[in-house]
Every structure is written in structure tokens, then in C-alpha cells.
């Protein structure tokens, strides 16, 4: 694409226009048009066909510390996208190859060559690469690589069992030999985790019994605890975590939903006691020591062996990708949303 014409696309993209109080609104989000300014060298500009809505990103919404990339008011909400390339300053990324990248939601972004994730989308369809191979799956992979470490007939446990990482943690913990219990909301979604993703259990904690239900389903105590709730369910979950348990800090959106940071509730002395008397371990996931070519590796293997399986929701037009996303935190989730931004490989 010659300069001139990039000059002349214009880019719809979604800012944060406020820091959220509490459950945040689509009022905390602003969609701008812009013109794409020119290409750098090393630079690639990509056109959005789709573009991934995950409740994680809650804990870059907030003007609070979450352990998080942290976003500043007006800019570009980030996330995993596919996307096509329409022009590129690196002979290695060719125009019309279809990329995995965090182009955010925009339909256009201009981002350095060395940032995209994967070349090439061939042998995975675009939205199941969103699925397994974006953030969520990366965050469970490299969450159990660094600190969790699931050993075989281990007990691991994950709440929101259904959402993005919660989904990709069951299927990593079961391929690694171990017991696994997801917390789920309703009937129909323990039915889900039993039968399509493979939990050795689910709990459902809606009913009023269900802190005994989780116990049936940890008779020998929990070895990993992946966290992804936060709030009041870490301290019913910590009489049983065995000793040298390891418990992974993804994500604790009912703090952050209640204004106040997620790491707070891990220094509570109850916890610090935990840590003295046990000999465990508390970690939050650094992405950058996971080897993203060694995870590649094993999803492409465990995708095509159909031994990770996945559900995507397709919602269209980037316009409702806040509305999306707001459902996500706040709704039931059977896998990722995904939003369909443009169809062909028209500007």
C-alpha cells in the first residue's frame, strides 16, 4: 500500500474515557476516528478482523495498582487481535499475511514487526488462534509453568472455570495429569466443565452448601490454587491448601470491583502465617519468562490432538466491544468473546 493511501484511512478505535468506580459502565469507554499516520521503519500497519473481550483486562482498567499494564485515560483499549496486514516496513512480514497481534480495539494499528505475536495464521483458524493462543491461554500456561507446576494426580483448583483462563487452566492442569476442580455458576455450567472441558469436578457456588461440595471435591486438600475471583473466596479456599501448595495470582476482579488493589488480601496475616507454617508459595505471572514459542508448540500439538478444546461468542461491529466486555466481568462465560470487526480484505 502506497503512502498516500494509508495517509488517507481513517482508524475507528475505543479509548478509556475514565478510570471506572467500582463495576465499571460503557460511560468509562469513548470511540474516536482518527487518521492512520504514516508507516516507521520496522513498522506494520494491520487491518482488525478480530479482535478478543476478556474479563482479565479488568485490572488495566483502574487507576488502582492490579499487577497489571496499567492504561491512562484516552488510550487505545489493548487486546489480542488477527489481523491482516496492509502494509509493512519489514521484508520479513509481507502485505496480506494474516498476523496474531495486540492491535487493541481499532480497525487499523500501526505496530513494530518485532511485537507480533505469530506470522502466518495457516493451520489454525483466526478465532480459535484468538482463543488458545492469545492472552487468556498464554496467562494459564505460563501461570502453571513459573508457579503453579501441576504435578500428576495433584489437585488443582481455578474459580471462574469457564472464563477465558479459566477454561485454558482445566485443560493445561487435566493434559498434566492433574485432579481438577473448576467453580462454576448454575447446573448447566458444572454440566459444561464435566463434559466438554474435562474437569475431574465442578462445584457450583451458587448453592448455600457449596464450600462442603468443594471439600468432597478435594478430599486430599488443594496442591494448586490458579486465582482468579479474589475477595472473600481466598479465605475459605486457604484452611485447605496443603503444605508447599502453590497458589497462582492471575487476576481478582471482585477487588478491583470494589475499588481497592489486588495484592492487599495476600498480605493479610492469616496468609503470611499460611506461607511461614506451610512452606508454600505465592506467586504472581511474569509472561515475559514463559517461552511464547514453547507455549506455541504445545497448543498447536494439544489443538490438533483435540486434547484442548474451546467456545468462542462472536459479537460484530468493534462499536459493542465495551457492551461485550461488560458482560464479560458481569455475565455468564463459556469461553472468550470474541468481537468480528471487518469481513474481507477491503480498506
Same mark, same amino acid.
Given at each position: 500500500?502506497?503512502?498516500?493511501?494509508?495517509?488517507?484511512?481513517?482508524?475507528?478505535?475505543? %479509548?478509556?474515557?475514565?478510570?471506572? /468506580?467500582?463495576?465499571?459502565?460503557?460511560?468509562?469507554?469513548?470511540?474516536?476516528?482518527?487518521?492512520?499516520?504514516?508507516?516507521?521503519?520496522?513498522?506494520?500497519?494491520?487491518?482488525?478482523?478480530?479482535?478478543? %473481550?476478556?474479563?482479565?483486562? &479488568?485490572?488495566?482498567?483502574?487507576?488502582?495498582?492490579? #499487577? *497489571?499494564?496499567?492504561?491512562?485515560?484516552?488510550?487505545?483499549?489493548?487486546?489480542?487481535?488477527?489481523?491482516?496486514?496492509?502494509?509493512?516496513?519489514?521484508?520479513?512480514?509481507?502485505?496480506?499475511?494474516?498476523?496474531?497481534?495486540?492491535?487493541?480495539?481499532?480497525?487499523?494499528?500501526?505496530?513494530?514487526?518485532?511485537?507480533?505475536?505469530?506470522?502466518?495464521?495457516?493451520?489454525?483458524?483466526?478465532?480459535?488462534?484468538?482463543?488458545?493462543?492469545?492472552?487468556?491461554?498464554?496467562?494459564?500456561?505460563?501461570?502453571?509453568?513459573?508457579?503453579?507446576?501441576?504435578?500428576?494426580?495433584?489437585?488443582?483448583? %481455578?474459580?471462574?472455570?469457564?472464563?477465558?483462563?479459566?477454561?485454558?487452566?482445566?485443560?493445561?492442569? &487435566?493434559?498434566?495429569?492433574?485432579?481438577?476442580?473448576?467453580?462454576?455458576? #448454575?447446573?448447566?455450567?458444572?454440566?459444561?466443565? &464435566?463434559?466438554?472441558?474435562?474437569?475431574?469436578? *465442578?462445584?457450583?457456588?451458587?448453592?448455600?452448601?457449596?464450600?462442603?461440595?468443594? *471439600?468432597?471435591?478435594?478430599?486430599?486438600?488443594?496442591?494448586?490454587?490458579?486465582?482468579?475471583?479474589?475477595?472473600?473466596?481466598?479465605?475459605?479456599?486457604?484452611?485447605?491448601?496443603?503444605?508447599?501448595?502453590?497458589?497462582?495470582?492471575?487476576?481478582?476482579?471482585?477487588?478491583?470491583?470494589?475499588?481497592?488493589? #489486588?495484592?492487599?488480601?495476600?498480605?493479610?496475616?492469616?496468609?503470611?502465617?499460611?506461607?511461614?507454617?506451610?512452606?508454600?508459595?505465592?506467586?504472581?505471572?511474569?509472561?515475559?519468562?514463559?517461552?511464547?514459542?514453547?507455549?506455541?508448540?504445545?497448543?498447536?500439538?494439544?489443538? /490438533?490432538?483435540?486434547?484442548?478444546?474451546? /467456545?468462542?461468542?462472536?459479537?460484530?461491529?468493534?462499536?459493542?466491544?465495551?457492551?461485550?466486555?461488560?458482560?464479560?466481568?458481569?455475565?455468564?462465560?463459556?469461553?472468550? /468473546?470474541?468481537?468480528?470487526?471487518?469481513?474481507?480484505?477491503?480498506?
Amino acid at each position: 500500500m502506497e503512502a498516500h493511501a494509508v495517509s488517507s484511512l481513517v482508524n475507528t478505535r475505543v %479509548v478509556l474515557a475514565s478510570f471506572p /468506580r467500582d463495576l465499571p459502565t460503557s460511560k468509562d469507554f469513548r470511540i474516536e476516528k482518527i487518521c492512520v499516520p504514516p508507516l516507521r521503519e520496522g513498522e506494520v500497519l494491520l487491518r482488525t478482523r478480530y479482535v478478543s %473481550v476478556d474479563a482479565h483486562m &479488568r485490572g488495566h482498567r483502574s487507576s488502582e495498582k492490579s #499487577g *497489571a499494564p496499567s492504561f491512562s485515560i484516552g488510550d487505545v483499549i489493548e487486546a489480542d487481535a488477527t489481523a491482516e496486514v496492509l502494509a509493512s516496513n519489514d521484508p520479513a512480514i509481507l502485505p496480506g499475511t494474516i498476523v496474531l497481534a495486540k492491535a487493541g480495539w481499532q480497525t487499523h494499528a500501526i505496530v513494530r514487526a518485532s511485537a507480533i505475536d505469530r506470522f502466518d495464521l495457516k493451520e489454525i483458524p483466526e478465532m480459535t488462534a484468538l482463543a488458545v493462543l492469545g492472552t487468556p491461554a498464554f496467562t494459564a500456561y505460563a501461570g502453571l509453568a513459573q508457579i503453579g507446576k501441576p504435578q500428576p494426580a495433584e489437585t488443582l483448583v %481455578v474459580p471462574a472455570a469457564l472464563g477465558a483462563v479459566g477454561t485454558m487452566v482445566g485443560q493445561f492442569g &487435566r493434559i498434566a495429569g492433574a485432579w481438577t476442580v473448576g467453580i462454576v455458576s #448454575g447446573p448447566d455450567e458444572v454440566a459444561f466443565a &464435566r463434559n466438554e472441558l474435562g474437569f475431574g469436578a *465442578a462445584v457450583d457456588h451458587t448453592l448455600p452448601d457449596w464450600p462442603s461440595r468443594l *471439600a468432597e471435591a478435594c478430599p486430599d486438600g488443594i496442591d494448586v490454587y490458579f486465582e482468579t475471583i479474589g475477595g472473600a473466596l481466598w479465605h475459605m479456599i486457604l484452611p485447605m491448601l496443603n503444605d508447599g501448595a502453590r497458589v497462582v495470582l492471575s487476576g481478582t476482579p471482585a477487588q478491583y470491583n470494589h475499588g481497592y488493589g #489486588g495484592a492487599s488480601q495476600y498480605q493479610h496475616p492469616s496468609t503470611l502465617q499460611w506461607l511461614v507454617n506451610s512452606a508454600g508459595t505465592i506467586g504472581a505471572i511474569q509472561p515475559p519468562k514463559t517461552d511464547f514459542a514453547e507455549f506455541l508448540a504445545v497448543v498447536d500439538e494439544s489443538v /490438533r490432538t483435540g486434547a484442548i478444546w474451546h /467456545r468462542i461468542h462472536v459479537v460484530e461491529r468493534l462499536e459493542h466491544a465495551a457492551e461485550a466486555w461488560l458482560t464479560a466481568i458481569d455475565g455468564p462465560n463459556y469461553g472468550g /468473546r470474541i468481537i468480528q470487526v471487518t469481513r474481507n480484505t477491503a480498506t
